[in-house]
């Protein structure tokens, strides 16, 4: 197993990089990648700590499968649509 910081601040790094990277800003993210990609296990709390940091998002809810395969509806899949320095560019 990969040793990864698990501190709020490294999964929220991770997260941006995630949402950042040209490879997967397009596809978004969902609870059931998060947890598998970047060890984050509580997504929510993370776009929130980022929304809080002045970071925006956009959503849709999606049908997805957990790690188990089992489907679930109302899975949230996030984008970032914009950072602090974005936004007070444009203010």
């Not at 490294?10 to 059931?32: D, H, M, V, W, Y």
């Not at 999606?62 to 395969?69: F, I, Y």
């Amino acid at each position: 197993m990969t040793n990864r910081n698990l501190s709020a601040s490294a999964q929220a790094r991770r997260l941006l990089a995630f949402l950042t990277s040209p490879e997967t800003s397009q596809k978004g993210i969902n609870r059931f990648e998060a947890e598998q990609h970047l060890t984050i296990c509580h997504l929510a709390r993370r776009i929130l700590d980022l929304k809080q940091s002045g970071y925006s998002f956009t959503w849709c809810n999606e049908k997805s499968a957990d790690l188990a395969g089992h489907e679930h509806c109302g899975i949230r899949r996030y984008w970032l649509t914009g950072s602090p320095k974005q936004e007070q560019q444009t203010s």
